[in-house]
């Protein structure tokens, strides 16, 4: 199998080694009406296989043999969040972003992508920033509790009135970060300002988003 597929590198190797041995592929001369990944790049327009095939009654392994939209776990939950609605709204909550250029870390350390506006900036609509005395371009802090970040401020009327929006996986100035070209425009990390030990009691996942914190103008 390996001699087979030894024409290609890298991800078209596993392309052709997954095609091949897939549903549609030749399984390397069993099937010879099957494809292999030359045929397809060949192919101009692409390759028609026919009707896509109805195959939820085969995979799906639910006790109740459907697709199980409200399960019992998750109806049971509801009142939680509910109960959130009643709370009073924070002044300024954060929340994360992500750029097509920047999309997660190890993308600030290529120059092509890294090059060009600075875009680890605070997005804060200009109505909060006049109340917070924030200024464009200027630096800011954001805190929650003991936890502090400084940051870069740019006013946008995309955020709503009450959020703030910081992206995803900056900060590589902190130790143990080895990224030499992302070091040169570090950012601010996020999770610095975020709890770690807050989780969403149904599904365990961490609580990224959303979380109150205040703002206030760097001199």
């Given amino acids: 199998v390996l001699a087979a597929v030894a024409r290609f590198q890298g991800p078209e190797r596993q392309l052709e080694l997954a095609l091949r041995s897939g549903p549609y592929g030749d399984g390397f001369g069993r099937k010879p009406e099957g494809l292999t990944l030359a045929q397809v ?3 101009e327009g692409g390759i028609d296989l026919g009707p896509l095939q109805p195959r939820i009654p085969e995979v799906l392994r639910t006790p109740s043999g459907k697709i199980e939209l409200a399960p019992a776990m998750l109806l049971d939950d509801l009142q939680r969040p509910a109960a959130d609605l009643a709370r009073p709204v924070p002044e300024l909550v954060v929340v994360g972003r992500r750029d097509v250029r920047s999309n997660n870390s190890w993308m600030h350390n290529l120059p092509l ?10 997005l804060v609509h200009p109505s909060d920033a006049h109340k917070l005395g924030l200024a464009d371009g200027a630096r800011a802090q954001i805190r929650n509790g003991e936890r502090a970040i400084d940051v870069q401020v740019e006013f946008s009327d995309a955020m709503m009135p009450g959020v703030v929006s910081l992206p995803h996986g900056w900060g590589h100035d902190l130790p143990g970060a080895k990224l030499g070209v992302a070091a040169q425009r570090p950012g601010a990390n996020l999770n610095a300002v975020l709890d ?23 001199n």
């Fill in 196 to 218: 770690e030990n807050l989780r969403d009691p149904l599904s365990g996942n961490a609580v990224l988003s959303g979380i109150a914190v205040q703002m206030s103008p760097l």
């Fill in 113 to 122: 992508l890294a090059k060009g506006p600075f875009r680890c900036t605070a």
């Fill in 41 to 43: 790049m060949e192919a």
